[in-house]
């Protein structure tokens, strides 16, 4: 801005207020009192109040919360139907055979525990493969009853 697009301002501020602006200046030596005043205001007018960015940033939470809550479910999820079906196709082990059995069992666990590692290190995740298409939406934040209820009340009026 030139300074012809500029307009003078004169007002009147606490003698604790000044010497505030004032320390604030020399500290930031790149800028003027003025730009401060300035910026300072703006801000002002602009209605940018803290509790609006504390609600934006809440905001933010709320759906990342969200997120994590959904892939959590379907983790567990996935993870109990991993074990139902283990259960369902793995034959029990003789007395003989289970010191061998679990020998074995402990080296495909290291085995496991490895791949898992390499995944994880290589930045490949599960849950991007189940998750991928389906969007955070407002309704993944209610609770079974409260999704039911909200379902029941567009069916009437409908």
């Known amino acids: 801005m030139t300074k012809l697009s500029k307009a003078s301002l004169q007002s009147y501020v606490s003698r604790d207020t000044k010497r505030r602006l ?10 003027s009192k003025s730009a401060v005043v300035e910026a300072a205001l703006i801000a002002y007018l602009e209605d940018a109040t803290d509790t609006d960015l504390l609600y934006r940033r809440l905001d933010r939470q709320s759906r990342s919360l969200a997120r994590i809550s959904r892939d959590q479910e379907l983790l567990s999820e996935a993870f109990a139907v991993f074990v139902k079906l283990w259960f369902a196709h793995t034959p029990r082990v003789a007395e003989a055979e289970r010191e061998a059995a679990q020998h074995f069992a402990a080296g495909r666990y ?12 290589g930045g490949e995740r599960f849950i991007d493969d189940l998750v991928s298409d389906l969007p955070v939406t407002a309704n993944d934040t209610l609770t079974p009853s409260q999704r039911s209820s909200t379902q029941q009340g567009e069916t009437h009026d409908r």
């Open 22 to 31: 004032d320390d604030y200046v020399a500290r930031k030596k790149s800028k």
């Open 110 to 121: 290291i085995q496991f525990v490895d791949h898992v590692a390499q995944q994880f290190a």
